[in-house]
């Protein structure tokens, strides 16, 4: 989806792009070959042409720098596939929900083979070291809870990457609410011992480690785990349903 996008090019909106998919051209490839064929105004085809060449160079180069910073923030999600390579699909929980007054207690990333877990007094400051390996974020409720609370803690970390943030475009395709029932809306099970599991009980679950219950740690990182992990399932179930929901709009 991500090299049949033109919305990231200014003065290129979602009208625009809707008419160059009109033409059935799939790829900025095509569209190059084709762009004779295209009903746009010829200086504005030209303009439209030299940001295309551009913006091959940059994916060429896994530039996820360059697109975080011209896609629209909840288009990201179009890049995907492309940069699913360098993924890390990341969850974070905490002592409540402020963050001036409370603390990020364990993050957990998952980069499609492999869940690592950060947690509070014990290794959660390599996270500073761990973020920057990724040129693609996933997350569910992030650009609002998770990325605020993170950059809150550890200002040092800029996260130049790409960021999907799957709350916005599950919603543009009818999966409302939070992760949880979008979870059981699409089929996927939780463990038995974090089944019905909330962020209160992630909460609560602390609280009890702190005092000094080690099997409330451990199952607070298998719900956190359980998390990141699905991530994973739900973009790849939904992916499609997203392109879909966007060629058509």
């Not at 033109?6 to 790829?27: C, D, R």
């Not at 939070?178 to 996927?188: P, R, V």
């Not at 956190?224 to 349903?241: A, F, G, H, M, R």
Request: glycine residues 6%; negative net charge.
């Amino acid at each position: 989806m991500l090299n049949n996008t033109y919305i990231h090019i200014q003065g290129v909106g979602k009208n625009l792009e809707q008419k160059i998919w009109a033409q059935g051209i799939s790829t900025w490839e095509e569209f190059l070959e084709l762009e004779d064929k295209i009903p746009i105004p010829s200086a504005r085809k030209a303009r439209i042409s030299e940001e295309v060449r551009k913006s091959s160079a940059h994916l060429a180069a896994k530039d996820c720098y360059f697109f975080s910073q011209c896609l629209p923030s909840v288009e990201h999600w179009r890049a995907y596939p492309l940069f699913s390579d360098s993924v890390a699909f990341f969850d974070i929980e905490t002592t409540g929900l402020s963050q001036r007054t409370d603390k990020i207690t364990v993050i957990g990333i998952f980069d499609g083979r492999e869940v690592k877990t950060y947690v509070k007094d014990i290794n959660l400051d390599d996270i500073i070291e761990e973020f920057p390996k990724y040129r693609l974020l996933v997350s569910f409720n992030g650009a609002r809870f998770d990325l605020p609370f993170i950059k809150s803690e550890f200002p040092e970390l800029e996260f130049r990457q790409l960021h999907v943030d799957l709350m916005y475009p599950l919603r543009r395709i009818g999966y409302n609410g939070g992760l949880k029932n979008i979870e059981k809306l699409l089929g996927i099970s939780r463990s038995e011992g974090t089944d019905g599991l909330t962020g209160f009980d992630a909460v609560r679950l602390w609280k009890q480690y702190e005092r000094g219950n080690q099997e409330a740690l451990n199952k607070l990182i298998e719900y956190n785990k359980e998390d990141v992990i699905n991530l994973k399932t739900i973009i790849e179930l939904t992916y499609p349903q997203m392109v879909e929901k966007a060629l058509k709009t």
